[in-house]
């Protein structure tokens, strides 16, 4: 299956049954397949953006800070910068356009819903709440994705999405991460996921 941000999924989703339509006939298990391949095809141009847009940043702020190279956390913000960015863009030019009536106070207030998102996701970040994982408010990078492909491989959707953003809470809180399959920390991890997806079924909560 086809990976994808679950912010971009959760707009595709939002934008397709607000404002595009859905097939009326269609089962939601066909929607969800629908919604998670569009989703899959938006975080794919993201993810093509990404290495320019950083490579700017970067740039941007070496002129600033001269004969400087930015340090860790500096580089997990600009990362964050660069991916927030190049969503935005695409959001607005593959799916926002694809409404005809949408105006331009609309696609402000669009962008605006995901800004408030980010806004508490980064709140939590700062809090340090440790459950911020759990609801998916934390921003994800690529590192993180390449971290959960390489200790859990052969994981199912659901408990990747759930991984990427355990993971990238404890970068973003300077924790120590699994680097393999193999390190005892990964089976401390999965536990506490498996824990969590069926805290989440039990509780009626949709499972990516």
Do not use: C
């Amino acid at each position: 299956m086809a990976e994808f941000d679950p912010t971009i999924r959760a707009e595709v989703e939002r934008i397709w049954r607000e404002h595009l339509g859905v097939d009326p006939a269609a089962t939601e298990t066909e929607l969800a397949a629908q919604f998670d391949e569009e989703a899959a095809r938006l975080s794919a141009l993201v993810l093509q953006r990404v290495g320019g847009g950083q490579g700017y940043l970067v740039r941007n702020w070496k002129a600033e800070h001269p004969g400087q190279d930015p340090d860790v956390m500096t580089t997990h913000q600009l990362i964050a910068q660069a991916e927030h960015d190049s969503r935005e863009a695409v959001l607005t030019e593959e799916l926002y356009s694809q409404v005809p009536e949408i105006s331009e106070e609309q696609i402000a207030r669009e962008l605006k819903i995901e800004e408030r998102i980010e806004a508490e996701i980064a709140a939590k970040r700062q809090a340090r709440d440790p459950d911020r994982w759990r609801t998916g408010m934390v921003e994800v990078p690529d590192l993180a994705r390449q971290v959960v492909r390489r200790v859990w491989p052969s994981e199912a959707m659901t408990f990747r999405t759930y991984a990427e953003s355990l993971i990238a809470q404890r970068m973003e809180d300077n924790v120590k991460t699994p680097l393999t399959a193999a390190d005892p920390l990964a089976d401390e991890l999965a536990q506490m996921i498996d824990e969590q997806i069926k805290a989440s079924k039990a509780a009626g909560n949709r499972v990516v």
